[in-house]
């Protein structure tokens, strides 16, 4: 079935410098979901991309999907400690109901 | 508004004991599902349930089942536990079926 690869699998910063996580697929994907799992947490729903080369801001967050709907990257600006996570992509199509994630970036964050 | 709640937080198992977890979903949502999280993975879909019925399912065998009830709340239950059955179980509701709200997870434990 329809996978996605995510990529790096863990990243380590300075705080302050910047961050990508990329999600990956083979096929073409109907929509892009981003989550952000805290240690010992549960997922937490970031945003939703659902257009061709759809750009979308949130703070110091910038997502956005490829133009042929295979790709999509987290970008994140200036790390703060705050930002320790997993941070998920995920992906639902057509009338497929259930969410298929990819396996996370663990990002740490060194103060 | 009380969002997603689970319960137990955390269980104990032996093999070839049943279990059952419990799920609320966040007011006004009406679809839930249900995920099984490995450590270091992301989450798996096992199914998700709708007006009651199961509307999909994962890759995961019969010994998982469900149940949603009138008010929306839903039941897991884990017949014949298994030791590769240990992992965090999260519930997760929706308004639409598209952007998951996760509870906070029951962890597993089968000895």
């Known amino acids: 079935g329809q996978q996605v690869m995510q990529i790096p699998q863990y990243q380590h910063v300075q705080e302050g410098e910047d961050f990508t996580t990329y999600c990956n697929s083979s096929t073409t994907l109907s929509n892009i979901q981003w989550y952000k799992q805290r240690p010992g947490g549960h997922p937490v729903f970031l945003i939703q991309l659902v257009k061709s080369g759809e750009v979308k801001k949130q703070k110091r967050l910038t997502f956005q999907f490829g133009e042929a709907k295979k790709n999509s990257s987290l970008h994140i600006t200036a790390t703060q400690t705050t930002d320790v996570g997993t941070y998920f992509c995920?992906?639902?199509?057509?009338?497929?109901?259930?969410?298929?994630f990819g396996k996370g970036t663990l990002l740490t964050v060194n103060p | 508004d009380a969002g997603v709640t689970q319960s137990p937080t955390h269980l104990i198992k032996t093999r070839g004991q049943q279990v059952t977890l419990r799920c609320s979903p966040k007011s006004g949502h009406d679809t839930v599902s249900w995920y099984q999280q490995a450590l270091g993975q992301g989450p798996q879909f096992i199914f998700q349930?709708?007006?009651?019925?199961?509307?999909q399912r994962g890759n995961f065998p019969d010994r998982f089942s469900g149940h949603q009830f009138p008010n929306y709340s839903s039941e897991l239950n884990v017949n014949a536990l298994l030791l590769g059955d240990s992992a965090l179980y999260l519930c997760?509701?929706?308004?639409?079926?598209?952007?998951?709200?996760f509870g906070p997870g029951t962890r597993l434990t089968v000895t």
């Open positions: 995920a992906f639902s199509g057509g009338s497929n109901y259930k969410l298929t």
């Open positions: 349930y709708y007006e009651e019925e199961e509307r």
């Open positions: 997760a509701s929706s308004p639409t079926g598209s952007e998951q709200y």
